[in-house]
Structure formats: C-alpha cells, structure tokens
C-alpha cells in the first residue's frame, strides 16, 4: 500500500489507571493517522523495539490477536481500493475501514470512558465513586481488558464471594456492581454488545439491597442524638447535621452542605437535588429554624460552616466534603457507642430514620416509602415532591 501499518503503545497519554492507549498508526505519503483500539496497557508490559505486549503482559496473546486482526483490516481495505483504482490517504483508509472496532471495545475501556464523562459533567464525587469500584474490579480480575461477554452471571457471582471474603459490607458490593451495570447500560446504548451478553437480566443486584442490615433508629434513640452534649465543635456539627436531615425529610449530607440562606423561603426549605435533580420543598420546624440562625453568617452564603466561598471548583468542593463527612462520621460512631445504639451511627441513618418513624406513625407509603435510598430513593423523591404541602406539613408532625 506503500505505507506503513504497525500498533503503537501511546505513552504521550496516561489514562488515570497509569495505563497507555495502544494506538493504530497509519503512515502513507509521509502522513500520519492514529485510531485507538479500545485497550490500554501498562509500559512495563510493552515490547516498544517489537510494539507488540512482552512476556509480562497477563492477557498477551488476546492482544496480539486483536492487533493482528486490525491490520489485516486495514491492509485488506488498502488492498481493495488498489485494485479498484481508487486513491486513499492515511485518514481516509481509516475512517473508510468497517466500525467492527467498536464491538471489541473492553469493559476497562468502557469504564474509563464512563468516568471520564463524570468530570467533564463535573460529577466529580460520583467520578471518584466510579474509580474505587473500577479499582476494586482490577483488584478482583487483575485486568478489565476483557470483553463484556466474558462478565456473566458466574463472574458476578465470583466477585460478590470474593467480595464478601474481603469483608466489604453488602451494601458497598451493591453499588460497585451497579456501577458495573451503568458501564454495561452505557455499551448497550451506544450498541457495542447486544443484549444477550447483558448478565444482569439473570443477576440481579437488587437482592443485594435486600440484605442489607436496616440502619432506621426509633423515635427515642434519635431524640437521644439530638440531646447529647458534644464533648468538641465537630461533635455538635456532627449532631447537628443528624438533626437537621432527620427534620427537613432525610435530606443528605452533600445536598445539606451546598444549602444557601436563598434556599429558605416563607419557612420552607427549597432546594434541587444534587443527584437526581429533583426540586425538593420541605416545610422547616422550629429546631430546623433554630439550627440555621445557629450557624448565620454573614461572610459566607452557606447554611452550614462546611463550604465556603473558597471552595470554587468542582475538585475543591468534592475534596472538602469527603474530608468534612469522614470526621462528622467519625465522630457520629463515637456518639452512637457512647448512647449504645444497636447500629453504626452515620448521617445516612438519620435519612433512614426519617422514612421510618414516618412509616410507623402510619403515614401513606404514597407520601413516603419504607426505604429512603438503593434502588427505590429516586421514587421516594418523586413522591415526596408531587404531594401537596397541607400533606406534607400533617406528615412532618410526626416525627418529634
């Protein structure tokens, strides 16, 4: 074709996971066109004398397949175009040769991909989420350069046991295959694999949910919470926080932290949602008021002293929170040994609380549902939001 046709391990770009794109390189008239092949690699495992994977490489010979059949893809394209007498450059043998690339796509390409679209929608607490799981399935697998038929129901249920004998809790385990599943959903959507290399019509993640150990407390532990002393100001942040998501209808931490003295109109606390986006009105006790004019100032435009004007991009903001949840947490637990509650207490519990107490007091699961979170938090929402304030107002009632 009078050119040249060969892989390159692209070590200009470094993908978060430390690994390199291994590119396609198409040099004609002393032109150049590069096209990913949808895997990555460690150098250290790349023979760059040779470009091809070296001895160290765990999945070798796949790769030497895929690279070999993506040439031959190539210069039989070439070849074709010869003979019909039709001229071509290095960019259009490229964009002319068949799309079958993107069916060889990897779980680990994928992967990266989803995350990668999380930061540039500056979703970057959800980005990080994304990462420990990716790192957690690389732990599992040792790689995800693999195709997602290979993930099946058996693989799932191999990752769930393996998880569980690292004594990572059920519910962590539900998320980080979700996670997976979004990744799956995604390859779906753009028709990279077809439904039946889809595994989670048989494994269903939703079990897990299940088992997951109830983190509600009664009416009377929570009054114990927000009766007791903290022994430092974090403590009584922590105590705080607890309180004001249990009264304004489990709203959570993230959500709580962004709160702004604009979102509080006629007694009512209004705000959108962080993660689904939904507008959330909810009227405010007097303990909720009082603990709002606890915490005005007026040199920062938030409710609550966990962000300020000095967090501006979406990488301080999300660095911030992870820190300032991690110490109220940890001093949550504290406060939930001292009082002897049957189960670790977080600022998550106080959002399980809400639904609960409201459950047992006999309110409409139409209003509330007995879950707040997993897989039915988003209705719990939806129906919160489309009922009627009068309603609202009468169901809050109970909770104190």
């Known amino acids: 074709m009078s050119g040249t046709i060969k892989v390159l391990c692209y070590k200009s770009k470094t993908l978060s996971n430390g690994e390199h794109p291994l590119m ?70 490229i964009e002319s040769s068949k799309p079958s690339n ?22 970057i607490r959800y980005a990080g989420m994304y990462e420990i799981s990716y790192n957690s399935f690389i732990k599992f697998n040792k790689h995800l350069d693999i195709p997602f038929s290979d993930i099946d129901m058996a693989w799932l249920k191999r990752y769930e046991a393996w998880s569980k004998e690292h004594n990572l809790s059920v519910s962590t385990i539900s998320t980080r295959l979700r996670h997976l599943r979004a ?39 929570v009054r114990r919470i ?51 986006k939904k507008l959330i009105i909810v009227p405010l006790q007097s303990k909720a008021i009082q603990l709002i004019e606890k915490y005005r100032n007026g040199k920062s435009p938030f409710i609550f002293p966990i962000l300020s004007p000095f967090h501006r991009t979406e990488i301080q903001i999300a660095n911030r929170l992870h820190k300032v949840l991690a110490k109220i947490n940890k001093c949550l637990k504290d406060i939930g040994n001292d009082l002897n509650l049957p189960l670790p207490l977080t600022t998550y519990v106080a959002r399980h609380s809400f639904a609960t107490v409201l459950k047992r007091a006999g309110v409409s699961t139409s209003i509330i549902s007995e879950s707040l979170g997993h897989s039915s938090e988003k209705i719990t929402q939806t129906y919160l939001d489309s009922f009627d304030n009068e309603q609202i107002d009468s169901a809050m009632k109970n909770l104190l």
């Open 24 to 93: 396609l390189c198409v040099c004609k008239d002393n032109k150049r066109k590069y096209q990913s092949l949808g895997i990555s690699i460690k150098a250290e495992q790349w023979d760059f004398k040779n470009n091809c994977p070296n001895d160290k490489c765990p999945n070798r010979e796949r790769i030497i397949i895929l690279i070999n059949d993506r040439i031959n893809e190539i210069q039989k394209i070439a070849l074709d175009k010869r003979i019909a007498g039709r001229d071509f450059t290095a960019s259009t043998l």
């Open 102 to 123: 993107k069916f060889k796509k990897t779980v680990g390409e994928y992967y990266l991909t989803y995350i990668d679209n999380l930061k540039k929608e500056n979703r």
């Open 183 to 221: 990744v799956f959903n995604l390859a779906l959507l753009e028709q990279a694999i077809k439904n039946d290399c889809y595994p989670f019509h048989a494994y269903k993640v939703s079990k897990l949910s299940k088992e997951t150990a109830k983190r509600a407390l009664t009416k009377d532990d």
């Open 226 to 276: 927000m009766e007791y002393e903290g022994k430092s100001s974090m403590e009584c942040l922590a105590i705080d926080i607890f309180t004001f998501s249990y009264l304004c209808a489990g709203i959570n931490f993230i959500d709580m932290a962004k709160l702004k003295y604009s979102n509080i109109r006629d007694n009512k606390l209004i705000y959108n949602r962080e993660k689904t």
